[in-house]
């Protein structure tokens, strides 16, 4: 029997909400301050994933400049009832300190991949919302309560009230359904009716190594709901060495053939360390309900399973993605996105030089407003990227090249630029928009000089924990660059003075114009390849 390897969707591919519709699954993810919002990958036998829609793609339903890092959109639910796909997301405005702005929506498609309908404002009391429909038609949103006030756990249970899909709004009171358990944090709730009883998961104890996923359960849907007295269906937190780590935020759904999954989000740890610079990645369980009416994994425990044996649905396997990109289509491949605007134009063009794409150098790169960056997951702990690119700096303020991107304070970026001193010359820029992570070589040491003009190649060759970038002229003869990076820096857990962070790393391409004149930087194309996996996922 075929088994189904765990992480499902490798790389930043965080709290999971699935789909069935037919013999059709989906999932979709949060994507924070990366545009488009949301992405949904789709598959026909849970195991092989392909990314079908990234529905947030306009103004009108997402528009993230000025957000804080982490922020923009968390945990969406997707759904589908009586031929419409349903998907509720949060934006998430403000990030530190006691109060969270959380402003929650709704839009709505006829196909996934169709156009998505004007949002519909639901609520800002909390994050993770969920729609529910039930048996009798009734539609009910759950989220969870952030609660600002110093005395009290910011999180502050779980509620649920009607939507109704005539008015397009909230109805009726808030009702505070669940509050959650000792290992406090409750977010990410769901509902499910089983045999006539609701079913509440959860994700608890925060979204770093104590996560774990809670379910209760409530004969009335309005609770008060009673958690699974064994404790979490799932967590890692109690095995520090079990590869697959900080487990939780999940959905649950059963299959065309009975059998119930579970899907969730998980981290993996470089060796030796607590580092996941590939993110929260998605993994897929399988469940079992016991004699007594709870859900429990079906190999029992609580540890989330490396693999699991393929179920015998129909469909075969999704497409393979390319290797190399070029650039010679009107759209950009769906693998790639930036950060937060939903005005690419201004800062991208694909047809004014015909093959290639050309950024407008725009921002810096702490920028939290309009940078001119083009990126895609990094899905390997060991990979190579490798783009060609043109570009004739007039001053030390235009930089473009290959960046290595986490956030606006963790990077690593090999950039072409000009000074007074060498003329045009490749440079190396490591997290400089926060000095305290600034790496410790000098940097003004790696600067190679170039000729006025030309076209040079670029590459990042990652090791799990070690960048190593190089350059080439003709792209064969590659020279490295003698300076070890510390690719750990670019997770969830490096760095910031210990605040949160939920994304992931990812590779890509950038020019920035500190000057405003928006100098263009073009790219011929642009590579990624895993070098311990046959197989490289779409995303």
Not at 196 to 204: C, K, P, S
Not at 336 to 355: A, I, K, S
Not at 420 to 446: K, N, W, Y
Request: aromatic share 12%; proline share 6%.
């Amino acid at each position: 029997m075929s088994e189904i390897q765990n992480p499902i969707l490798r790389g930043f591919h965080p709290d999971p909400s699935i789909c069935r519709v037919g013999d059709d699954y989906f999932i979709a993810v949060s994507t924070f301050e990366w545009y488009p919002g949301v992405l949904v990958y789709h598959s026909r036998n849970l195991k092989d994933w392909r990314l079908v829609a990234r529905p947030l793609d306009r103004a009108g339903l997402l528009d993230m400049r000025g957000e804080p890092d982490s922020c923009g959109v968390w945990a969406p639910c997707l759904s589908w009832r009586d031929g419409l796909f349903y998907l509720v997301y949060t934006d998430v405005r403000r990030f530190d300190g006691n109060f969270k702005d959380t402003h929650n929506y709704l839009t709505t498609s006829a196909t996934i991949d169709g156009g998505w309908s004007d949002r519909v404002y639901l609520n800002s009391g909390g994050f993770d919302p969920s729609l529910f429909h039930d048996a009798d038609g009734r539609k009910w949103l759950t989220n969870m309560v952030w609660d600002h006030r110093p005395d009290r756990s910011f999180f502050g249970g779980i509620v649920l009230q009607e939507y109704s899909a005539a008015e397009q709004r909230l109805v009726g009171d808030r009702r505070f359904i669940f509050e959650g358990t000792e290992l406090d944090f409750t977010e990410a709730p769901h509902l499910y009716r089983e045999d006539g009883v609701y079913y509440l998961i959860t994700a608890e104890g925060g979204t770093g190594y104590g996560h774990a996923i809670t379910m209760a359960r409530s004969a009335t849907i309005d609770g008060e709901y009673q958690p699974d007295p064994a404790g979490p269906v799932l967590t890692s937190r109690d095995d520090a060495d079990w590869p697959l780590q900080r487990a939780g935020h999940g959905d649950i759904v059963r299959a065309g053939d009975g059998e119930i999954y579970l899907v969730h989000l998980c981290g993996r740890p470089l060796p030796g360390t607590r580092f996941c610079p590939l993110g929260r990645e998605t993994a897929i369980q399988r469940l079992v309900k016991t004699d007594d009416g709870w859900f429990r994994l079906a190999d029992g425990g609580h540890l989330p399973a490396l693999s699991i044996p393929a179920p015998d649905l129909p469909g075969g396997g999704e497409p393979v993605e390319a290797v190399r990109h070029g650039f010679d289509t009107a759209q950009l491949d769906p693998v790639f996105q930036w950060l937060r605007t939903p005005y690419p134009d201004e800062f991208m063009n694909l047809t004014e030089r015909p093959g290639w794409l050309r950024l407008y150098g725009m921002e810096s790169p702490g920028s939290l407003y309009t940078q001119a960056l083009v990126a895609r997951r990094q899905q390997d702990f060991a990979c190579v990227a490798r783009t060609e690119i043109e570009f004739v700096p007039d001053n030390f303020q235009q930089l473009a090249g290959l960046i290595c991107y986490y956030n606006s304070r963790k990077f690593h970026y090999l950039y072409i630029s000009t000074d007074d001193e060498i003329g045009r010359h490749l440079g190396i820029m490591s997290c400089e928009a926060d000095r305290s992570l600034a790496v410790t070589f000098p940097i003004q040491d790696t600067r190679i000089e170039l000729s006025p003009t030309g076209g040079v190649f670029l590459e990042a060759r990652i090791d799990g924990g070690t960048l190593q970038f190089a350059w080439s002229l003709d792209g064969k003869d590659w020279q490295s660059i003698p300076a070890a990076l510390d690719q750990g820096l670019l997770s969830d857990e490096a760095g910031m003075d210990g605040a949160e962070q939920f994304t992931g790393a990812f590779i890509g391409m950038s020019a920035h114009d500190l000057t405003g004149s928006r100098k263009p930087a073009d790219f011929r194309w642009f590579e990624y390849r895993g070098l311990e996996h046959k197989r490289v996922f779409n995303g």
